[in-house]
């Protein structure tokens, strides 16, 4: 099924080529996958063609997470990043004005969560939410500090590596992608059970974002590029969830 939205055809995520909502080795998938098959409903036009973003809805510090959580009056722990790039549709074409929300864990790899008791400490100046709305160019930025790796109860000794969640909202709420991104050179990719169910290593490879020295800022932080497509042949690998068209 083909959909359409104001920016021309509307191509569906390839489940056959996404991670499975059922993994094995990701204990908390087995629970929440789907027992049944799935049913295929009409989407609706709203689904298609909104929500719009208007940059008026972003406030200050919503791209800085550095600064966010004091609102500028003082810094989070951590080493400092910029985490940007671009999203593009199908077509490589940019996605202007629309909405990039990221959520982390601090530089120690707790999260800011009430069922997160991890050891590592809250940072009293980091909140790990942000926000932004790509320009005219599909291109967006956030500034950060590098979230660190924490263990999870799943098997015996199981370790998330360095990662930001990202949810993208695209054209529509169809087009909406939802996944993470991992930082280049971290040993802990091989052995994570959720990286895992990105089953092609060319797939895996593009929720990895690398080092750009081109971006980085001499005495003040690193840079990452992860550039985000949002459906077709080159498009970023879904977490292993069913949501969105
Ligand atoms: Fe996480």
């Known amino acids: 099924m083909t959909e359409t939205s ?11 080529v996404h991670p499975p909502a059922y993994a094995i080795d990701y204990k908390t998938s087995v629970p929440r996958s789907p027992r049944w098959s799935l049913l295929s409903m009409d989407s609706t036009p709203s689904e298609e063609t ?8 972003l406030g200050e510090w919503d791209n800085n997470l ?31 004005n629309t909405l990039v929300e990221i959520w982390q864990a601090n530089a120690g790899g707790r999260y800011r969560h009430v069922k997160d ?9 980091f ?51 939802i996944s993470q991104m991992y930082f280049e050179g971290d040993p802990l990719i091989d052995h994570c059970p959720i990286a895992a169910t990105v089953q092609d290593r060319s797939q895996l490879d593009r929720l990895v974002a690398p080092l750009d020295f081109s971006k980085s800022r001499p005495l003040d932080f690193l840079a990452y590029k992860f550039d985000i497509v949002l459906r077709g042949r080159r498009q970023t690998m879904f977490e292993n969830k069913i949501e969105g068209m």
């Open 6 to 16: 104001d920016q021309g055809p509307l191509i569906p995520r390839n489940r056959a």
């Open 50 to 57: 909104g929500p719009t973003f208007g940059h008026g809805i």
């Open 66 to 96: 550095i600064m966010n959580r004091t609102r500028g009056k003082a810094p989070a722990v951590g080493e400092r990043i910029l985490v940007h790039g671009r999203v593009m549709d199908e077509n490589a074409r940019p996605v202007p």
């Open 117 to 125: 008791t991890y050891f590592a400490p809250l940072d009293p100046n």
């Open 127 to 177: 909140g790990g939410c942000g926000r932004t709305i790509t320009d005219g160019n599909g291109y967006y930025e956030f500034l950060t500090i590098r979230p660190g790796a924490y263990p999870w109860p799943n098997r015996a000794n199981d370790w998330r590596p360095m990662h930001i969640h990202f949810s993208i909202f695209g054209h529509s709420f169809g087009q909406r992608l």
